[in-house]
């Protein structure tokens, strides 16, 4: 097999300090330091399946920026205040002036001041007894009409091995990953399929995540795939977008099929990984992003090509209200209970989506149904959640104030953090005619259930059912 040119193992090697190799290496958590360039992502970076299969040799170098908190310690800062014989819990994370409640045993902290709302969804419910019922049931029906099937999944396999072959003609010594939605148990039957180019530095074996390396890299598997033109691909594409990718168009039975390679977007594999955890610990998740992922595209507010949210950043806004706006929450934060599992240091041979998780202390179960927990979810974001003021941060387990980033990122209209390295994963959102466009979605869907011109429960009037 034909090694890597000396010009692609010189792009493999850092060229400045030491520093900037680590920064360059290893997702820098919580740093939320965007780059002042126009970003579109077009890759989810998610998984499912038996096993994460890198097989690059990689020890991941120590994270460069220190937690903010430590193991053990409160997410953030209380200050208690007696009043009326009941306790208000403040917290520095708090949004809107809301109170806010550290869970420390889940490494979350409650936004109590939405909590409320939870008990006019309950009404609501009872007023609509039969209809909620129904309402229930059509979500979980949709759930398992939509979910990918192992028919689908293996066929996406046969797809993905056909060109990991090819690429390994020229990278023998690379791995490609599945990523993406195809694997982190959220992902439909007409799913795209993601994968990752893991390509290690000869010299020290890190696998650098530059743009830079990244364009060179695709640019040069384009060039010799268009010389020695495979049977089975119709056409390739180079996109040199902020997360560059390089997209396959491929011949029967594969021509439906969006497929798309970035280079060494590490933080991709880790995130599938813990997206697919998250999906594992309750169904409702899983269950409940399918149906938001088809209502925001109805609504046309999921597009990051033409500047709204990607499907990455709703499954994180999902997260972070499944944890942090009920009482029970849903979910822990799995990087905060697991934290040596989760915490993107790990070598990515050792990533596995197969074990179980362990069980996390609770103070009782979530009970409520996917309905309600769907009401919540949009009546949350449609009139309770600050975004000019406030970001979400899955890794904290809760809101943090935007005077903490970088000046720059001013201009993105909303911030979901992501878990391991810190940047905006809604950074497309620019324009506020963008970001009306999806406030304006959430508060329409909003009042159809929780409003004087309430209606009666139905998934119809989300119009996802037969889509």
């Not at 920064?23 to 499912?48: V, Y």
């Not at 939509?146 to 056909?162: E, G, Y």
């Not at 010594?173 to 148990?185: E, F, H, M, Q």
């Not at 240091?345 to 927990?373: C, D, F, M, R, Y």
Request: glycine share 4%; charged share 25%; net charge negative.
């Amino acid at each position: 097999m034909e090694q890597q040119s000396d010009a692609v193992k010189r792009l493999l090697r850092c060229e400045h300090c030491e520093c900037k190799k680590h920064e360059s290496n290893h997702p820098a958590k919580r740093s939320r330091f965007e780059q002042d360039d126009d970003i579109i992502i077009l890759s989810d970076g998610s998984f499912s399946g038996d096993e994460i299969e890198p097989r690059c040799d990689l020890e991941v170098i120590p994270s460069v920026v220190e937690r903010e908190k430590q193991k053990g310690s409160p997410p953030a800062k209380l200050i208690r205040l007696e009043k009326d014989d009941d306790i208000i819990i403040l917290s520095d994370g708090s949004f809107s002036g809301a109170p806010a409640e550290s869970h420390c045993d889940l490494g979350i902290t409650t936004q109590v001041g939405f909590l409320s709302i939870h008990k006019s969804i309950a009404e609501y419910k009872k007023r609509y007894h039969q209809e909620f019922e129904k309402f229930d049931d059509e979500i979980w029906r949709y759930f398992v009409m939509q979910i990918q099937d192992v028919h689908i999944l293996d066929w996406k396999r046969v797809a993905f091995n056909m060109i990991r072959e090819e690429v390994q003609h020229y990278y023998p010594n690379a791995d490609i990953t599945i990523v993406g939605s195809t694997l982190n148990g959220c992902g439909n039957n007409s799913s795209d399929l993601d994968m990752c180019l893991c390509i290690t530095d000869e010299i020290d074996g890190f696998c650098y995540n530059d743009r830079n390396i990244a364009i060179n890299v695709l640019r040069d598997i384009e060039a010799r795939l268009i010389d020695n033109w495979p049977s089975f691909l119709l056409n390739i594409e180079l996109i040199p977008a902020t997360v560059p990718i390089l997209k396959f168009f491929m011949g029967h039975p594969f021509q439906n099929l969006r497929i798309e390679m970035n280079c060494n977007n590490t933080p991709g594999i880790y995130n599938t990984h813990l997206l697919y955890h998250y999906a594992r610990a309750d169904d409702r998740f899983p269950a409940l992003s399918l149906v938001i992922q088809q209502w925001a595209r109805n609504f046309d507010i999921k597009d990051a090509s033409q500047g709204t949210l990607t499907s990455y950043s709703l499954n994180l806004m999902l997260l972070h209200y499944l944890q942090c706006c009920c009482d029970p929450p849903v979910l822990p934060n799995l990087q905060y209970i697991e934290e040596e599992r989760f915490s993107g240091e790990q070598p990515l041979s050792n990533l596995t989506i197969g074990h179980s998780l362990a069980a996390w202390p609770k103070k009782g179960t979530n009970k409520q149904t996917v309905g309600e927990l769907l009401i919540g979810f949009f009546e949350y974001y449609a009139n309770h959640f600050d975004f000019h003021n406030r970001g979400i941060s899955i890794y904290e387990g809760n809101v943090f104030d935007r005077t903490e980033l970088d000046r720059q990122t001013l201009r993105y209209k909303i911030f979901v953090e992501e878990p391991f390295d810190g940047n905006n994963t809604a950074r497309c959102v620019t324009t506020n005619e963008n970001y009306e466009k999806i406030i304006g979605a959430f508060r329409t869907t909003s009042a159809w259930f929780l409003s004087s011109d309430e209606v009666s429960p139905s998934v119809a009037r989300l119009r996802i059912l037969n889509s």
